[in-house]
């Protein structure tokens, strides 16, 4: 194994990082499902690499919104553009696919939709209800923007009743010029604290990517300050170039390093911290709330 200054900037893919592709008919049926219903994934919009394994197990992280986004994040497989009005006939469609896979967690997020009025949650409050009706004992995790600060559509999508409140901090607060110059840093605490205040019963989470050009400390410090926000449970993975128009990663975090900073978050009162190399905001999602229930949270 190379020594941890040769990975610093390393193009070379790390052993750790090498993803296998699953075998068997659930890839096909998950991905043929999504067409049929022309419905968009983060899976593959944002290139994930664990699109593989998640199809293949018959579960999808729906995009909302359409699939062209507002903004231009250096990290973001999803091409900016300029939208189309909501589709009125998209939550239907998202609990028809929720319910054919047999989802018993459910995972939503969206492009951001500066253009809209309330940054389009109104459709994410749609698309909760929407599964209430039809999977009334699945879970529900919404994966949300930052809606420019509205705290009436914060307020809109918590009154539809998800289970999970995710909005993922992404990097540290040095970064967030060069790699989300759209967003801001103090914006997207704010957005969880209120989450906590709002409904505290709402489980809050976010998320970091790791390898952007961020030292080990600025990381731990954008956790200590997820910890103040009241996140419930952390997610942190590392960035991985989504395509040759995208930034190659700075460096590569070892295994070990996750474990510090799992362990870090928790020493601050992180109840839940998930962190490795292929961690991302909505892989195992449904395994956490699975977590809480064995331990009779």
Known sequence: MSSPTSLQHSSRLPEWLRVGLPRGPGFAETAGLLRELN??????????????????????????????CTRGCAFCNIEPGRPRPPDPDEPRRVSEAARRLGLAHVVVTSVTRDDLEGGGAGQFAAVIRGLRAALPGAGVEVLVPDFRGDAAALNAVLAAGPDVLNHNLETVAGLYPTVRPKADYARSLELLRQTKRTRPDVLCKSGLMAGLGEDFAALCAAIRDLAAAGCDIVTVGQYLRPSRRHPEPARYLYPAEFERLAEHGRSLGIPHMYCGPL???????????????????
Do not use: K, M, Y
């Open 39 to 68: 419905l968009h994934t983060v899976c593959e919009g944002a290139n994930c690499p664990n699109r593989f394994e998640c199809f293949s197990r018959r579960t999808a992280t729906f995009l909302i919104l359409g699939p062209a």
């Open 279 to 297: 961690v991302r905001s909505s892989l195992h999602a449904e395994q956490f709330l699975a977590d809480r229930t064995a331990r009779g949270e």
